[in-house]
C-alpha cells in the first residue's frame, strides 16, 4: 500500500502502468518520501526483496551513476 497511486504521491507510467514515478504535484508529504526512503534503505540493509517498480533512472540515481539523456526515456516506458 506504500505504493498505491490513492496515497498521492506516485503516478504510475510506463506499459499497462507498471512503474511508479514521483507526483509533481505531491508537495504536501515530504515525510512519506522520507519514510519510503527510510524503508527502502532498511530493506536492501536487511537483505529483503522488494518489488519496487520505479523507472532505471531512479535506480542509476541511487547507484550514484550518472544519468545521461538515454536515461530521460526509459526503455520499459517507450515500448
Request: hydrophobic share 45%; glycine share 8%; proline share 5%.
Amino acid at each position: 500500500q506504500l505504493f498505491d497511486v490513492s496515497t498521492g504521491m506516485w503516478v504510475d507510467m510506463g506499459p499497462n502502468n507498471t512503474l511508479h514515478w514521483f507526483n509533481p504535484s505531491c508537495t504536501w508529504n515530504q515525510d512519506g518520501y522520507h519514510l519510503v526512503g527510510i524503508l527502502l534503505g532498511l530493506a536492501l540493509y536487511n537483505g529483503v526483496l522488494l518489488e519496487v517498480d520505479f523507472p532505471m533512472a531512479v535506480w542509476r540515481k541511487l547507484l550514484r551513476q550518472p544519468l545521461g539523456l538515454e536515461d530521460m526515456v526509459d526503455k520499459e516506458t517507450s515500448r
